[in-house]
T-cell receptor, first 109, second 114 residues
Framework: RKEVEQDPGPFNVPEGATVAFNCTYS??????FFWYRQDCRKEPKLLMS???SGNEDGRFTAQLNRASQYISLLIRDSKLSDSATYLC??????????FGDGTTLTVKP | GAGVSQSPRYKVAKRGQDVALRCDPI?????LFWYQQALGQGPEFLTY????????KSGLPSDRFFAERPEGSVSTLKIQRTQQEDSAVYLC????????????FGSGTRLTVV
């Protein structure tokens, strides 16, 4: 079993839709959590950190449930430009970050 | 510089050849990480530096892989006697301090071993 697991998708949604991605992690000692976005043949880029209290950045909302070792990302009012692969990332206090294999989103007109 | 710079952008190596991949992190970033990304998968951790100290090299797949950061800035990932399974994108990332701030990645080096 991988340390960080994501539904690979693909998720194909129309513009304007709301879509949610889930991620589970196995290391209970994990301390920091992030979502990254990766466009085709590009490097991953930090989208947002994830906090226990939940946090929002525009159309994006991230949630963390430490008890269930579960992270989510919600995208509201999807845009064509949101099409990408979304990577869930979990970091221990030893400095090492573990990436999921990503969930692919395609937003269609 | 403004971002993390990696070179070369693309590298084709014959099986058995040695290669060296370079990473120039964001100025002042203490932490530097190397990851390997195969097609369709997420990045896999290789090694981590804090300044010049290599704190974790648990992800290096074999003793053919070696990384250094002698002056705490530029880092080099060296792969000796390349094999076809080494073909991947090698990503370098830097961070202000360890794990709490997220990473800035370079554009990567796409290594193809033929």
């Amino acid at each position: 079993r991988k340390e960080v697991e994501q539904d690979p998708g693909p998720f194909n949604v129309p513009e304007g839709a709301t879509v949610a991605f889930n991620c589970t992690y196995s290391n209970s000692a994990s301390q920091s959590f992030f979502w990254y976005r990766q466009d085709c043949r590009k490097e991953p880029k930090l989208l947002m950190s994830v906090y226990s209290s939940g946090n929002e950045d525009g159309r994006f909302t991230a949630q963390l449930n430490r008890a269930s070792q579960y992270i989510s990302l919600l995208i509201r009012d999807s845009k064509l430009s949101d099409s990408a692969t979304y990577l869930c990332v979990v970091t221990t206090n030893a400095g090492k970050s573990t990436f999921g294999d990503g969930t692919t989103l395609t937003v269609k007109p | 510089g403004a971002g993390v710079s990696q070179s070369p952008r693309y590298k084709v190596a014959k099986r058995g050849q040695d290669v060296a991949l370079r990473c120039d992190p964001i100025s002042g970033h203490v932490s530097l990480f190397w990851y390997q990304q195969a097609l369709g998968q997420g990045p896999e951790f290789l090694t981590y530096f804090q300044n010049e100290a290599q704190l974790d090299k648990s992800g290096l797949p074999s003793d053919r892989f070696f990384a250094e950061r002698p002056e705490g800035s530029v880092s080099t990932l060296k792969i000796q006697r390349t094999q076809q399974e080494d073909s991947a994108v090698y990503l370098c990332a830097s961070s202000v301090q360890g794990e709490d701030y997220g990473y800035t990645f370079g554009s990567g080096t796409r290594l193809t071993v033929v």
